[in-house]
C-alpha cells in the first residue's frame, strides 16, 4: 500500500484536477500555430521576503506558454521556508510544491485565472516535533496584467481557495492576493 500524500488524493481532487487539465488544453490556436514554440514561452514567478522576529523567504519560478493570444497555461514550483522567534525554541518550517494553471484574457489586460496547487505542508505537533502533510488547492479568480516592455510583464490576482481542504489554512472566500513578473523567452 501506498502511503506517500501525493498519491492519497481523493476523488474529489482527481475530479477537480481533470477539470484543470481540460480548461488547460489547447481550444483553437490557429492564431499561435505558426509562431515558432520558443516564442510563446515565457518564465516568471514571484518571491517574498520578510524578516525579523518573524522570517519568511518565499519563491515560485514558473514555466508557461502563450496558446493564444488570450490563452496561457504553464506550472510552477513553490518553496517556502518560515522562522517564527516569537516562540521558545523558535519554530521552523519548510513547505514546497508544485502548480499548473491556466488563464484566460478576457479583456486585453484582464484575466481569469484557475490553478491547481498541491503543497507538502510541515507542522508542530509539539515544540519539538513536526508533522508533514499534502494539502491540494484549486484557486480560481481573475487579475491584471500590464505589459513592462515588448518582453516582459506584471500580473496582479485574486484568488480563492475553492477547493477548501480541510487542511487548508485558507478560510472560505479568503482572498488571496499576489503579484507576479513574467518575461518571455
Not at 19 to 40: E, G, I, M
Not at 141 to 162: E, H, P
Request: net charge positive; proline share 5%; hydrophobic share 35%.
Amino acid at each position: 500500500m501506498n502511503t506517500n500524500p501525493l498519491f492519497d488524493m481523493n476523488k474529489k481532487h482527481i475530479i477537480y484536477l481533470l477539470l484543470l487539465v481540460s480548461v488547460c488544453l489547447p481550444q483553437n490556436s490557429n492564431a499561435q500555430s505558426t509562431t515558432p514554440l520558443k516564442d510563446r514561452l515565457y518564465t516568471g514567478g514571484s518571491f517574498g521576503l520578510t524578516f525579523g522576529t518573524y522570517t519568511n523567504v518565499m519563491i515560485s519560478p514558473l514555466l508557461g506558454l502563450m496558446v493564444s493570444d488570450r490563452f496561457y497555461t504553464g506550472v510552477g514550483l513553490e518553496y517556502n521556508y518560515t522562522k517564527d522567534k516569537r516562540y521558545t525554541p523558535a519554530l521552523s518550517y519548510n513547505q514546497y510544491g508544485g502548480r499548473i494553471y491556466g488563464q484566460y484574457n478576457f479583456l486585453p489586460n484582464f484575466f481569469t485565472h484557475i490553478e491547481f496547487n498541491g503543497l507538502s505542508f510541515e507542522s508542530y505537533t509539539t515544540t519539538l516535533s513536526k508533522t508533514r502533510q499534502f494539502v491540494p488547492f484549486v484557486y480560481v479568480g481573475g487579475g491584471y496584467q500590464q505589459m513592462l516592455s515588448s518582453r516582459s510583464f506584471m500580473s496582479m490576482r485574486v484568488l480563492f481557495d475553492v477547493l477548501q481542504d480541510k487542511n487548508s489554512p485558507y478560510k472560505p472566500w479568503e482572498p488571496i492576493f499576489s503579484v507576479g513578473f513574467g518575461v518571455r523567452l
